[in-house]
């Protein structure tokens, strides 16, 4: 049966973006997987970009402080989308309307469902980002689950599962860990391309869960209630539709979204209820950023993931180490990345580095792993820079080959030590490494 929220008080987002208030990193999937027409891929290990934006404190009561005023013009889950190279893609769903809440403490919510019709024309897309609302009041990892089921069955009554596919395709089902560096309310946007998530019609129904660790995980733990929930945000879908109500799984809290847990939070004038929510699909371009790197000849000295995905002079900082035999670099780091399922026309490889005082004298070669061959294909060789410069490759012939069969992809980048530098302990510094692909 219904039961009536109660409604914390509605916050306006907070004030301009610092540093601190925006986290990069790479959320490793647990679960998930789909049918690609051929064979079974395994979404498991998979990684995928995020970047969270904190929209404001937990109070000690369970409460959201109310927001210190709005940036003008600013829209928090478009720093997410922009980062993550979904302003190619068109958005598909939109409820994110710079006012947000969450469900007192007395009623936390970390598994709910929310009606939600995309945009006719995301149908059939590929999901390329997710945001959405986490609001955390811990610092422990927890695993999020979502799913997307498209179709909803009236009249099966209590304790059964009135949506359906049940269960829903493995690429509408799937989830990482995830964790926060402080308590608090956040819009976090994940690079999904590569789980090939999809609906084939506009009416969907979006589920979020938020569940602790199993081992072995099958996406079925203990519900971290009172810990983690979904944050809503007010009003109503600026792209997409989504009516004033929800499913609140709490009778009993089981991941069963019956008919009778149809719920809101009272109505006017507090609609709406409908999740904190984001999506964009397709578009013509996917930017793949890196999703891990491997150092296998040289010492990390600063940077880290976030340093190699954006051109903003934050740069992933390797320092040279003698060569393991002669010939070999000083400098060499393998860098990884995910490409979305579906056709490729062609993709264009990118990095902006550098090597200060002693670039010139540096040779840099660029590989690419070519997945058909097995093996290191030389793209670009070249002396480094001293200050940051760009290298674009573009492949004219059979990209496919340079994308495994789990739609990974693989660079390898070197600096080598011509023997006489002045200037040991020299560095390579790498500002941005990603990918473009090319749709048809
Ligand atoms: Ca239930
Ligand atoms: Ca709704
Ligand atoms: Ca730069
Ligand atoms: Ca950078």
Request: charged content about 15%; overall charge negative.
């Amino acid at each position: 049966m219904r039961k009536l929220l109660f409604l914390f008080s509605i916050f306006a987002l907070v004030a301009a973006a610092s540093a601190q208030q925006v986290f990069t990193g790479s959320m490793t999937l647990q679960f998930g997987g789909y049918w690609d027409g051929k064979r079974y891929v395994d979404l498991r290990g998979t990684k995928i970009p995020y970047v969270a934006e904190y929209i404001g404190p937990i109070r000690a009561d369970g409460q959201v402080i109310p927001a210190r005023g709005v940036r003008p013009g600013h829209r928090f889950g478009d720093t997410g989308i922009r980062m993550l190279g979904g302003e190619d893609a068109p958005e598909i769903y939109r409820n994110d309307n710079g006012t947000y809440f969450t469900s007192n403490a007395e009623f936390p919510i970390p598994s709910a469902l929310d009606d939600m019709r995309i945009a006719a024309s995301g149908v059939n897309q590929a999901w390329k980002t997710l945001t959405v609302g986490i609001s955390s009041a811990t610092t422990s990892t927890f695993l999020i689950r979502w799913k997307v089921y498209y179709q909803f069955s009236p009249g099966l009554g209590p304790g059964v599962q009135a949506f359906l596919p049940h269960p829903p395709a493995p690429n509408r089902d799937f989830g990482g860990y995830f964790s926060v560096p402080i308590e608090g309310n956040y819009l976090v946007t994940f690079n999904i391309a590569s789980v090939g998530c999809n609906t084939p019609q506009a009416q969907s129904y979006f589920v979020q869960q938020f569940r602790w660790p199993q081992i072995p995980e099958r996406g079925e733990g203990p519900f971290a209630e009172g810990f983690v929930q979904t944050v809503f945000s007010g009003g109503f879908p600026t792209i997409g539709n989504s009516e004033d109500l929800f499913y609140y799984d709490w009778d009993p809290v089981d991941g069963i979204y019956d008919e009778t847990e149809i719920d809101n939070f009272g109505g006017q004038p507090n609609e709406a209820a409908n999740f904190a929510l984001v999506a964009t699909a397709g578009g013509q371009q996917d930017t793949v950023l890196p999703t891990s790197f491997t150092i296998t000849t040289g010492i990390q000295q600063s940077g880290n993931l976030g340093s190699l995905w954006f051109s903003d002079d934050n740069r992933l900082i390797i320092r040279e180490a003698p060569p393991i035999a002669l010939g070999l670099p000083s400098v060499r780091v393998m860098i990884e990345g995910g490409v979305s399922p579906g056709q490729v026309a062609g993709f264009e490889f990118q990095m902006e580095a550098r090597v200060p005082t002693v670039g010139n004298n540096v040779p840099q070669v660029i590989e690419l792993f070519n997945f058909n061959s097995n093996q290191w294909v030389v793209w670009d060789t070249r002396q480094a820079t001293t200050s940051d410069s760009i290298v674009q490759i573009v492949i004219p012939n059979n990209p496919t080959h340079y994308i495994s069969s789990n739609n990974q992809m693989r660079a390898r980048l070197s600096w080598y030590d011509p023997g006489n530098l002045i200037i040991p302990g020299w560095t390579a510094q790498i500002d941005q490494v990603i990918w473009k692909i090319n749709r048809p």
